[in-house]
Structure formats: C-alpha cells, structure tokens
C-alpha cells in the first residue's frame, strides 16, 4: 500500500496512524513519527548565472556537484535557448526549470542523463523542457529517481528511459514520432508515485514499453492519451497497469 502525504517544513513531527481492518476481522494499528526539519534549497536563474550553451550548463552542474552537499535541494531556471549536446548529471539531484514566460521555450537537442546513484534518496524534476531528437538517441535517460512534468519529446529513438534502479514518473507530457516513448526497464526495489497523469503519446512506433518495474503496484494512466501509434503498451513484464481513465484513439 502507498500513502501520499503533503507537508511543508512548519509541520513540526506529527504523528501518523493507519487502521488495517483484515478480512478475518482481525484489527491492525500502525504509528509512525515524522520528524520534518526545513530544507536548504539553492536557486540559479538564468539573468545570474552563465548557462546559454550546453558547456555553460554543464560547468554550472560540475560546479554544484562540488559546492553543494548533496541532501540539499538545487533549483535551476533556464532561459529561452537551444542546447546543443548531451548534458551529464553524475552528481546532485537537481530540479530544472524550463523558460514559461513567454520569450520562447527552453530546448534541448541531444541527450540528458543522469547516471545511477544509489547513494541519493532524492527525486529529479524536470519541468517544462522540450526534447528534441535525430532519430538515434535517448530524449532524457535516468538510471535514478526522476519525474518529467510538462516536457515534450519529439523524433527520438527513445524518449525516457528508466534503467538502473531508477523510478521515473511522467505527467502532463507529450511524446510524438518517437521510435519508442517511454522505456521502463528498472530493476529498482522502491516507487516513488504511480501515477502517470494526463501525457499524450501520439505517432509513436511503441508508445510504452513496460520491460521491467521495480514493484508489484498498479500504475495509473488516468487522462492519458494514446493516438495513432503503432504499438500502444508492451507490457513485458506484466505488471498491473490501469487504463480504465485512459484514453485510446
């Protein structure tokens, strides 16, 4: 079972009960303690840091990989530029925020990965970025805990990756002409959501592919659309997947 529980730095060390009521009428009580402390969080903007090319990017990154310690949060907002190459994360979980002001979209051409990391218990987001691919490569690889929000991936041999021992979420994303969408092929032991919200994958060859997932619970694609595609979901492994909210054209 999986609980979803919101709370900020003020919510002090609250006390969480669960009642499992068993088929046979047996009565479980579970308590847990949450000790929440606040969060040192870094944030780079664009204005104030030099990250218009790929090799700006990536100096910046090497940077914080050396700077920050690694159970600190870092906040990236990019600017309204192309990057050209691949972009290696080996360090630091990192948030990247892509331009919505206006002035255009922030745009990679190539690659972004993020190698494995077992050492980090924290998630990298990925807000608002458009893929752009040359039909031979991978959108945005990640053998580590990632979730993509508002990206789109477009011309890619694989879109999203997962591998490693990485969960990787998407919401709100489009993926289009891909020879494969999404990959999943963890062999992780941890989820960290199974909700896979409202995406689009329209003339993809393979919209999914489900090869391996670290546990036994039901993805969700509540208001995710499959359109045109040649394959919708190859589901190899066989894990339960819930498209009852989906949405099949």
Not at 209 to 231: A, K, Q, S, V, Y
């Amino acid at each position: 079972m999986v609980s979803f529980l919101d709370f900020t730095g003020s919510s002090g060390e609250p006390h969480i009960f669960w009642t499992i009521r068993m088929k046979n009428g047996d009565l479980i009580r579970v308590r847990q303690d949450l000790h929440i402390t606040p969060k040192i969080t870094h944030v780079y903007h664009w204005e104030e840091e030099p990250m218009s090319t790929i090799e700006e990017l990536q100096a910046l990154v090497d940077r914080i990989n050396e700077e920050i310690p690694v159970d600190e949060l870092v906040k990236l907002y990019l600017p309204a530029v192309t990057y050209e190459g691949a972009l290696n994360l080996t360090g630091h979980s990192l948030e990247f925020y892509g331009c919505t002001d206006g002035t255009g979209r922030t745009v990679f051409n190539g690659t972004l990965h993020a190698s494995e990391s077992p050492d980090l218990n924290y998630i990298s987001y990925f807000y608002d970025l458009d893929f752009v691919g040359t039909g031979d490569e991978v959108g945005l690889s990640l053998g580590r805990d990632g979730w993509a929000i508002g990206c789109t991936f477009t011309g890619y041999k694989t879109g999203v990756l997962a591998y490693g021992e990485g969960w990787v979420n998407l919401t709100e994303c489009t993926f289009t002409d891909n020879q494969m969408g999404f990959h999943f092929n963890s062999t992780g032991r941890s989820a960290s959501s199974v909700r896979y919200f409202d995406n689009i994958f329209t003339g993809n060859d393979t919209a999914l592919l489900l090869e391996n997932i670290p546990t036994d619970l039901t993805i969700c694609f509540d208001g995710t659309r499959f359109e045109d595609n040649g394959t919708d979901i190859d589901n190899r492994c066989g894990p339960r997947v819930d498209t009852t909210n989906a949405i099949f054209a």
